[in-house]
């Protein structure tokens, strides 16, 4: 069985860092990507960061970028989001997501993280 479980949300004052894990199980993510969303209350799930498990080549977006860094650790089969310079709206809800390349439907999804970031 096939699973993602996100991990190291929590309670951080603004300009503050976070590093939210997605430990993948059950398969590796070769010719994947492993993405990370976020959802605040009220709104709808926005992408933030997507990585080519593969080639390891990312994307962001315009709101983190310069902020947050994705990366993937193929040993531990363990995808990161390093999240820097937090603002307060950067609250809400993380998950991770893995799809196959070149498809646009997610396998696979994590139960989500929540990160609060304090003004």
């Known amino acids: 069985q096939v699973q993602l479980k996100e991990s190291g949300g929590g309670l951080v004052q603004a300009g503050g860092s976070l590093r939210l894990s997605c430990a993948a199980s059950g398969r590796t993510f070769n010719g994947y990507f492993m993405d990370w969303f976020r959802q605040a209350p009220g709104k709808e799930r926005e992408f933030v960061a997507g990585i080519n498990w593969s080639i390891g080549s990312t994307s962001y977006a315009g709101s983190v970028k310069g902020r947050f860094t994705i990366s993937r650790d193929n040993a531990k089969n363990t995808g990161y989001l390093q999240m820097d310079s937090l603002k307060p709206e950067d609250t809400a809800v993380y998950y991770c997501?893995?799809?196959?390349?070149?498809?646009?439907?997610?396998?696979?999804w994590g139960q989500g993280t929540q990160v609060t970031v304090s003004s």
């Open positions: 997501g893995a799809r196959p390349a070149g498809r646009l439907e997610y396998a696979y």
